[in-house]
């Protein structure tokens, strides 16, 4: 996972190491930032060190010194007030770190970042929580593994911001076949399979590179989402472009030895206003043992943040 970030509006720009958290939410609440190094913290599988840098948020940054994955330091908050919430890392990132999980009290906000990178410091939105009554929580900084260029697994932690939000947007399932699915290059077809999550799966009955398949969802709310998408693999399937309202998000191969249903999450995707999207999949080449240029889709799925 070397690249995690936003889509923003209608395809804008995806955000290699960092992203940059939309326009705030009204809210009566004050964001909060917590500086990492003022907050008692314990470690498990690694050490960590304050690093003093002018350039951090509060001149100083915690380093955890991450050996391999799993790696972690657990910082705890005091007397969080209730509320929903944004919650960002502030980072430095650099070319020997890994990749990161944020969790809170146990759980994972979004599908995690990959640190690497020049240095510079950034703020990653992470996804959101919601505190019932005021209280102490825990977050969770670890090691999620680290690309292939990386020159180690440290991570860092500079602060971490709470904005005030509004409920997330509600979560939609688009079933592909009811998504006003249209070949170019090649035929659309249907085909009731056991264990697609309408019943039926749609595909694309690609014959060669460019064919694509081309797939528009319902009028979705503003605000972020996680997107995934599930698709079946096969012997005859090809390798394609995933394309959200014009934004190349991956490049995905169908292909296995045998059946079987795969979800995979994307870079997150922000809606500034409510809209309907386009989704495109484009045949990009196949798997040198594939017999095919078929592309499958099941379902593609928004969930709010």
Not at 19 to 26: E, M, V
Request: glycine share 10%; charged share 15%; net charge negative.
């Amino acid at each position: 996972m070397d690249r995690v970030g936003f889509v923003r509006g209608r395809a804008v720009a995806l955000v290699v190491c960092g992203i940059l958290a939309s326009a705030a939410l009204a809210s009566a609440q004050a964001t909060l930032l917590y500086e990492a190094e003022s907050l008692p913290r314990t470690s498990s599988g690694a050490s960590t060190a304050v690093q003093v840098d002018s350039a951090a948020s509060g001149g100083q940054w915690v380093l955890l010194n991450g050996n391999s994955v799993g790696d972690h330091m657990d910082l705890k908050l005091s007397g969080v007030p209730a509320g929903a919430y944004k919650v960002s890392l502030r980072f430095k990132a650099n070319f020997n770190r890994g990749m990161v999980n944020l969790l809170v009290d146990g759980t994972q906000l979004g599908p995690g970042l990959n640190q690497e990178s020049p240095p510079f410091f950034t703020d990653w939105f992470a996804g959101r929580v919601n505190f019932p009554t005021d209280g102490d929580h825990v977050i969770r900084v670890a090691v999620l593994g680290r690309s292939s260029t990386a020159t180690s697994y440290q991570l860092s932690a500079d602060a971490f911001i709470f904005e005030p939000s509004a409920p997330p947007a509600p979560t939609v399932v688009v079933e592909a076949e009811n998504a006003s699915p249209v070949g170019s290059g090649a035929s659309a077809s249907t085909a009731a399979v056991s264990g697609a999550s309408g019943g039926v799966l749609q595909f694309l009955n690609g014959d060669g590179i460019g064919d694509s398949l081309t797939l528009t969802t319902p009028v979705l709310d503003a605000g972020p989402y996680l997107v995934k998408f599930r698709y079946r693999t096969n012997t005859t399937r090809a390798k394609h472009r995933f394309t959200l309202a014009g934004m190349d998000l991956a490049t995905i191969d169908q292909y296995a030895p045998s059946p079987g249903f795969v979800e995979v999450t994307l870079p997150y995707l922000v809606m500034d206003i409510p809209a309907a999207l386009t989704l495109q999949l484009t045949v990009t080449g196949k798997n040198g043992a594939s017999s095919g240029h078929i592309i499958s889709a099941d379902s593609f799925t928004f969930v709010g943040q």
